[in-house]
């Protein structure tokens, strides 16, 4: 056990050291049945992008840690979650197990993969039963390597011998640095004054994600869906909300229900937005009342035990009933929405999509007399006078982020050509702040965002998220209907 470890819980831990109780504890330990490991349906596809990655960085020693446990407070953690660039080369999810490293190591052309992660402890060492940390009593046992190998099709070794390994490593060398502090100081110092391309590494993995392949999509459809469900939970939980001081927080908790349930976690924290809060873009405090007559803005998505994630904003009246201004906004917003999507396919320049929803949006409020300006003007880069009014993007890609493909270059991203494969959310909005006196009284408080996940296929696009109710008629009856 480390000294850390034992320094954490010396205040409150009772576990003998003697070796009484070591010889005791240590024995008469029954096999259990452990099913028969078998390879993982993205074992092929993450061969396939180790294959892609290994041929950019040919002769080069590539590491990239999972990551440890992150502390929340004194010696409890945040639930652990892998880095997504560990993730995407492996195929290890939910279920990774926290410091693991894959090392990718040069032999000729290609590279050799290895999984170093900390093997099963076993019953007579010290640390199964009194590190509370990574003690297997403590947190439940650890796959063998052999089952590790299996299912991810890559060589795995003990994590003990990584430093080992490294210092021996005499080739380039590229990490991703900030997966893993104590990781990044081993190859700091193994590696020397040895050529580095950590950048380079960070911008490749990003990019190389734009387009999903068919594993990733398919993850992706079961997120969706699954949020799906947790929406329909939170509607037929809404008598119950609004009786309930703080029922923005009752709307989170259900759907984290939900995702708990169906998938790993939530992809990010849940926006339960009622009222005013709907005007502020990341609403996650949650704490308000849901009243008769407001609006609730609900972003939410469940990730699934891969890691990817579903990213979807409905917003209802939550007594079933747009009254004539809240309609009046929804459905401008629905109609941007509406146009940005007709104009997915490939070959378009990906901030096209936001330019669409823009046209439509400042239509409608210079229509509705709050420019200053004319919407030509509005329009133009000088002007924007719009935007107070959205001042989010319209889009962002989609994956094992939800924000994915963040180093990914604007050329490739903002500027990218669009190509089948890539998802991506579509989300405009409008939010009119409770003290905007740029508009009528009846609009402000007002906050209204319909966001769909969207797959570009060959000749155009798919909503992944249709099935969940958009038109404002829709979305009354799914409310009426489940509530």
């Not at 078998?38 to 990655?53: D, G, H, I, K, S």
């Not at 990781?183 to 050529?195: F, K, N, Q, S, Y």
């Not at 890609?397 to 963040?406: Q, S, W, Y």
Request: proline share 4%; net charge negative.
């Amino acid at each position: 056990m480390s000294d850390d470890a034992i320094s954490r819980n010396e205040n409150r831990s009772t576990t003998p050291h003697n070796s009484a109780f070591h010889g005791y504890i240590s024995g008469q330990w029954g096999n259990v049945q452990q099913p028969v490991a078998v390879e993982r349906t993205q074992a092929p596809f993450c061969a396939e992008r180790r294959r892609a990655l290994s041929a950019d960085f040919a002769g080069q020693t590539l590491v990239i840690p999972a990551g440890p446990m992150l502390v929340r407070s004194y010696d409890t953690h945040h639930p652990y979650r892998a880095h997504s660039a560990f993730t995407y080369y492996t195929g290890w999810g939910a279920d990774t197990v926290p410091d693991s490293v894959l090392v990718l190591t040069p032999n000729g052309r290609d590279h050799d993969a290895t999984m170093f992660y900390r093997f099963p402890a076993g019953r007579g060492t010290e640390e199964f039963y009194a590190d509370a940390d990574i003690g297997e009593f403590w947190v439940g046992p650890r796959p063998t390597p052999e089952d590790v190998a299996v299912e991810l099709g890559i060589a795995t070794k003990s994590l003990a011998e990584l430093s080992g390994v490294l210092a021996k490593a005499d080739s380039s060398w590229a990490m991703v640095r900030e997966a893993d502090s104590a990781v990044t100081d081993i190859v700091d110092i193994a590696r020397g004054h040895c050529e580095t391309r950590d950048d380079d590494l960070a911008v490749f993995q990003s990019e190389q994600r734009l387009v999903k392949d068919a594993f990733e999509i398919s993850e992706i459809r079961l997120a969706v869906a699954a949020t799906a469900t947790g929406f329909d939970d939170v509607l037929a939980t809404m008598p119950e909300v609004t009786a309930h001081s703080r029922g923005e927080r009752l709307i989170e908790g259900t759907f984290n229900r939900r995702a708990r349930a169906e998938g790993n976690n939530v992809g990010y924290e849940t926006i339960a937005a009622a009222g005013t809060h709907a005007c502020f873009l990341h609403w996650v405090r949650n704490d308000g009342p849901v009243r008769d007559g407001d609006l609730v803005l609900m972003d939410a998505g469940v990730e699934v035990e891969s890691l990817y994630t579903a990213d979807i904003t409905r917003t209802f009246p939550a007594n079933g009933r747009f009254t004539e201004t809240q309609r009046l906004v929804y459905e401008a917003v629905l109609e941007a929405a509406d146009a940005a999507f007709a104009i997915v396919k490939p070959g378009i320049v990906f901030r096209e999509v936001h330019a669409a929803a823009m046209g439509i949006i400042a239509r409608h409020v210079s229509e509705w007399g709050f420019l200053p300006v004319a919407l030509d003007e509005s329009l133009s880069e000088s002007g924007q006078h719009h935007r107070r009014y959205m001042v989010h993007g319209t889009s962002h890609h989609l994956g094992l982020d939800v924000h994915d493909c963040p180093q990914a270059r604007k050329e490739f991203y903002k500027d990218g050509i669009v190509r089948e494969g890539m998802v991506f959310t579509i989300e405009p909005g409008l939010y009119f702040q409770v003290d905007d006196l740029t508009v009528p009284e009846h609009f402000r408080g007002i906050g209204v965002r319909i966001e769909d996940n969207i797959l570009v296929t060959s000749t155009g696009a798919e909503n992944l998220s249709i099935g969940i109710p958009r038109t404002a008629d829709d979305v009354e009856s799914w409310v009426r209907r489940l509530a």
